[in-house]
């Protein structure tokens, strides 16, 4: 069943995701799986490139302007610890849960996705390899 998208964040997050969604394709990655969800934790894309898997987290950030860069908020910022754990603990397990052999590959990587919405423009910044 899809997810229902109501608020404004909620909303900004699914275009985010759409836009990061694109970009990975683009840049030659396979998507298995979106919005991979347990009692305990949501990833948002697992994807796959030269048989390694990626779990990605996508923060979305609306902006007036692409080439304004704010400093008073930085979405890696919302990272904390306990985020961090409760995504360690979903990707294993759906390492588990998906029979995924102990020496395959795996990275936990962060896309921030600025959002133009006014001018349909969107910027990609990837943080890649972060450690859980």
């Known amino acids: ?3 229902v998208f109501t608020s404004d964040s909620q909303k900004t997050g699914e275009i985010g995701e759409n836009v990061a969604v694109k970009f990975l394709m683009k840049h ?3 998507i298995l799986d979106r919005n991979y969800t347990k009692k305990w934790g949501e990833i948002d ?3 796959e490139k030269d048989n390694k898997l990626y ?3 996508v923060k979305a950030v609306s902006r007036l302007n692409l080439a304004v860069k704010d400093n008073d908020y930085r979405a ?3 990272m904390h610890p306990w985020k961090l754990k409760r ?3 979903t990707i294993q397990t759906y390492l588990i849960s998906h029979k995924v052999h102990e020496d395959k590959e795996w990275q936990f990587d962060l896309v921030i996705v600025y959002l133009d919405m006014k001018n349909k ?3 990609v910044k990837v943080e890649n390899d972060i450690v859980l």
């Open 1 to 3: 069943m899809p997810k």
């Open 28 to 30: 030659g990655f396979s």
């Open 45 to 47: 894309i697992i994807a």
């Open 55 to 57: 779990f990605v987290e």
């Open 76 to 78: 890696e910022d919302n």
């Open 87 to 89: 995504l360690s603990r």
């Open 121 to 123: 423009k969107a910027r």
